[in-house]
């Protein structure tokens, strides 16, 4: 089970109750209270409606970056960077070819 410390540190952080953000979410009361402590996985709607609501990023929210936005260029290294401006320079034709040898190279 996965669990979501943030969702509480969100709620109140922005001094709602549990029960707000439930009916935020179209869900009872009880049904949320069990996301916040991880005993149920949220819903991918459900968390996309949180993220939206808090206007925080999906990625924020799984604790997969401490920036509210999301992951951003700042969170990669030199060398990810300068990848990823090479790979948004191509073409879309590019694009599909470098993809395509990718999984060539992945299944070696």
Known sequence: MT???RIRD???DNDKT???VAQYLGTPYQYYAVYEK????????R???LAKYYNVSLDYIAGLTNNKR???SSDLSDSEQQLLRFVTSLS???RTMLSRL???IDKI
């Open 3 to 5: 669990y979501y410390p």
């Open 10 to 12: 969100l709620r109140e």
């Open 18 to 20: 549990q029960k707000e």
């Open 38 to 45: 991880g005993t149920s996985e949220i819903p991918f709607e």
């Open 47 to 49: 968390a996309i409606l």
């Open 70 to 72: 999301g992951l951003a």
């Open 92 to 94: 879309k034709e590019e």
């Open 102 to 104: 990718a999984e060539l």
